[in-house]
């Protein structure tokens, strides 16, 4: 069974078909495993949830942030912004069955025969992958659960709390779960998120540190794959591997191949007026 994992696909359905093609992917023999934003930014946000849900069991997907924002403009519009491109998937005659399908999806998928786990943006320093996992459920079983997503949704938008402690409760620390797996790049070196700054590793800030690479994380073990730094693109090092290569923002579409060594596998974006952003 060959296994492929493809970065933020955010509504390019075109690039996304263009590259199931250059991989020659198989849903009945092959896996894949999606990084999240499977909406958002680009045309075709509703074609590439059609695509994905049709695939069933061949495609695993997580959570990103703009797949949550999505879910939260379903329940009340007036978290749309302006440049969102949402609108076909929230008045398509689909439009609750595939929203009930993304909330049933993951915000970490690990597989041990692999030795990969998967989440859209980072995992807090303090957390194991054990630990991750359990935030990770608790997230999960708060959006499965209609009254507990809604108000979820009314309190996700925010950076605080910055730091992760066990005795975080309710919303605070819903938030700061959420924010780990689909918002975080840096971390202060003290271990506190920073989730104002999107940009290069080379025009970081002196106190900023990309979340992989704080000293003693707790994770450092585990390899991780994630999407969500487009201004990252592919990144191949230090027990970590990144693949938003920004297709959306006018750059690639980036697959790569999780059960053997091979190069990444690229498409670029066919148009794009946009300005890179989160």
């Excluded at 009945?28 to 495993?33: A, E, G, Q, Y």
């Excluded at 929230?90 to 990969?116: I, M, Y």
């Excluded at 592919?234 to 027990?239: D, H, L, R, V």
């Amino acid at each position: 069974m060959t296994v492929y994992a493809i970065g933020d696909i955010q509504g390019c359905d075109q690039e996304f078909g263009q590259l199931l093609e250059r991989i020659a992917f198989d849903p009945l023999t092959d896996r894949l495993w999606l990084t999240g934003d499977l909406v958002n930014r680009g045309p075709r946000s509703l074609e590439v949830l059609r695509r994905v849900q049709a695939l069933g069991a061949a495609a695993t997907t997580v959570l990103g942030n703009h797949d949550l924002h999505l879910l939260a403009a379903a329940h009340d519009r007036s978290a749309l912004r302006a440049d969102d491109t949402l609108d076909d998937i929230l008045s398509a005659p689909d439009r609750d069955e595939l929203l009930a399908w993304l909330r049933r999806q993951p915000v970490l998928h690990t597989d041990t025969s692999l030795g990969w786990t998967m989440v859209h943006a980072g995992l807090a320093p303090q957390w194991d992958l054990a630990a991750a996992s359990a935030c990770a459920r608790e997230l999960e079983a708060t959006l499965r659960d209609e009254r507990s997503a809604r108000t979820l949704f009314a309190a996700m938008y925010g950076n605080r709390p910055d730091r992760w402690s066990d005795d975080l409760v309710g919303t605070d620390r819903l938030r700061f779960i959420t924010n780990c797996f689909t918002r975080l790049r840096f971390c202060h070196t003290d271990g506190r998120l920073d989730l104002g700054y999107k940009g290069t590793l080379a025009d970081a800030p002196a106190d900023l540190v990309p979340w992989f690479r704080i000293p003693d994380r707790r994770s450092a073990g585990t390899r991780i794959l994630f999407g969500h730094w487009s201004a990252l693109g592919y990144y191949a090092n230090e027990g970590v591997l990144g693949i938003d290569a920004g297709c959306v923002w006018g750059g690639r579409l980036c697959a790569v191949r999780l059960d053997a060594e091979q190069p990444p596998v690229f498409v670029p974006c066919s148009s794009s007026g946009l300005t890179p952003g989160d």
